[in-house]
């Protein structure tokens, strides 16, 4: 088995530069309303029939499945979204060699974008050579697609670099513009016809998330940006709302690119040339929305706390704040979901797997979240600040 595994990654969302694109965004023709043939297709189990999923197999590890719809993530997501640049230099094979790595540890699934530079092709050919799927992204900035044809061509082109797309994720910027639940649609119409296996969504705000499912848009993800530090999916009522509608969170920025971690506790804030990664630099933006740096210190001490009662107890004699910090996001998302991990090197595979090891009790919960209360932001529903909307 260990051989056949041996044959085998906005803000968030977006790579630094795509955050200008917001300041450009011209009006978009809004689309036609979705036609009540179109959700009769959607609504036909017929039509919504897949191929049989093709899977490798990985070693025996503590990292759960997690079901979106007729997909099975692993419960936490390799993201190589630091390929789209920002994060150092790498090499493919190193990169590949991170993949099966992971892969071999259990965490089975993988996360790109159309928007991330080479991360596409270069997470394709590890899934296309080991026959098996990968999440990605359909992202709408300037140019919004005018009929399905122009949607199909675009998740073909993903297609074609993947192999096979497990879930893909849509991103629309400018969401004053209604025509993105037309293209939701389309879409799923895709999806029926089996160019990949489940709709998901990203940095949407509730109320348009209500409208696309209202539409008749079968969305089994959502993938937002969800930590100790950053509750606006909770705080907002999407959670709930996912919750209800059968959607799984997928969070991503879960420790901070590193500040939920030992190496800010009893420390300054990160500046200046320490900031050497976009991810560092977009975190500490939301460390310090969350509050004072001094508030971020009581946030890490608790964590320790926590973490020192966890290795005591025997529930896991390596547990960190970082595992900690993931614990907390998993434990109180009430949708079930996963963690999407940023992944650069190899250096923390047993950390990430670590984090499914042991449950946190009812108190430890609750301490943490006396904490969190205190917080003064992130301000709004998801990615409204990202939007310039507060």
Known sequence: MRSLAGHLLFLSLLPAGCLLFLSLLPAALPLSPASPHRRAILASPAALLLPPSLSIAAPPSPIPKIQAGSVSLSASIQGYWQLAG?????????VLSTMQKHY??????????????????I????TKKNKIGANTKFCVFRDVPRTKDECRRRVQASLGKLGKIDVLQFFWADTSNPAYVDVALWLAELRAEGLYGELGVTNFALPALERMVKAGVPVRANQ??????D??????????????????????GTVGSGILSERYLNRKAPGGQEQDTYSLRMYSTTASRFGSWDLVQELLTTMDSVAANVRSSGRCASATIANVAQRFVLQTDPTGG???VGVRNADHIED????????????EVDEIQKVVD???????????LERGLV
């Open 123 to 126: 997470v394709g050919k590890f």
């Open 224 to 229: 937002v940006q969800c930590s100790a530090m």
């Open 231 to 252: 509750r606006r999916v909770v705080r907002s009522g999407q959670a709930a709302f996912c919750k209800e509608h059968d959607i799984r969170l997928v969070s991503f």
């Open 374 to 384: 205190k917080a003064k932001g992130p301000r709004g529903d998801v990615w409204d």
């Open 86 to 94: 920002g994060h150092g230099a790498y090499s493919e094979p190193s």
């Open 352 to 363: 990430n797997v670590n984090t499914h090891r042991f449950q946190l009790e009812g108190g």
């Open 104 to 121: 071999e540890a259990g965490l089975t699934s993988f996360d790109t974008a159309d928007i991330y530079g080479p991360s596409e092709a």
């Open 338 to 340: 996963c963690l999407l």
